[in-house]
Nanobody
């Protein structure tokens, strides 16, 4: 049974940093892309960043480029999302997801429907 468990959210002032973690278990994820999405109240779930577990290829949405870093820790079976220079508009519930790739070097997908497994989410609140 696949489980994705996020942690690391919280309240931070604008300009601060948070590191989210996603503990993954239940199968081997070598052929999976691990994505981070977020959803603010009244808005649709949106893509933030993703990394291919096996090959390490990454993909970022424009607003995350240069501020957020996604990475995989194979030893800990954990996916990280380092978020720096946080802004109030980054306030949302952040979700970790796993989606099977069609081939090893595929670009990590950006749409929620391409992900098969989801965590429960962790709240990030950035105060101004």
């Amino acid at each position: 049974q696949v489980q994705l468990v996020e942690s690391g959210g919280g309240l931070v002032q604008a300009g601060g940093s948070l590191r989210l973690s996603c503990a993954a278990s239940g199968r081997a994820f070598t052929m999976y892309s691990m994505g981070w999405f977020r959803q603010a109240p009244g808005k649709e779930r949106e893509f933030v960043a993703a990394v291919n577990w096996g090959g390490g290829r990454t993909n970022y949405v424009d607003f995350a480029e240069g501020r957020f870093t996604v990475s995989v820790d194979n030893a800990k079976n954990t996916v990280w999302l380092q978020m720096d220079s946080l802004k109030p508009e980054d306030t949302a519930v952040y979700y970790c997801a796993a989606g099977r790739l069609t081939y090893y070097e595929a670009v990590p997908p950006v749409t929620p429907s391409e992900y098969d497994y989801w965590g429960q989410g962790t709240q990030v609140t950035v105060s101004s």
